[in-house]
């Protein structure tokens, strides 16, 4: 290390050095700016993400509680249907099981 007289002038060589430095100080924080603006940016997502699972989960206890609702009222229902045949107990319904059945033509070539 080189110590410098008070008199004496800064050579080109110093003067690139404390440029240098001056210019990574700003490239260091410019970098620390950016990264605290990416996590306040993912902090503000994840925030977004939890609201709308905590919305998500609600609306699934919801319709859990509503089909355990239209279960009991169509087991209830079943019991006193004097359309079921007596001989089909405990009938299972699939998701297409209540739509009317609709022929529709058949084209031939």
Known sequence: MRIQCLNEM???HDMRKVQRREK?????QKSR?????????LHLESEGLERE???????????TEEVKYYSSLL???EALCSLL????????????????LIS????QH
């Open 53 to 63: 699972n905590s919305a998500l989960r609600k609306e699934v206890r919801r319709l």
């Open 24 to 28: 990574n100080r700003i490239a260091a």
């Open 10 to 12: 800064p050579t080109g």
């Open 75 to 77: 087991s209830s229902h």
């Open 33 to 41: 700016q950016r990264q605290t603006q990416k996590a306040d940016t």
């Open 104 to 107: 529709t033509p058949r084209f």
């Open 85 to 100: 045949p007596a001989a089909l107990p405990d009938v299972t319904y699939g998701p297409r099981a209540f739509q009317p």
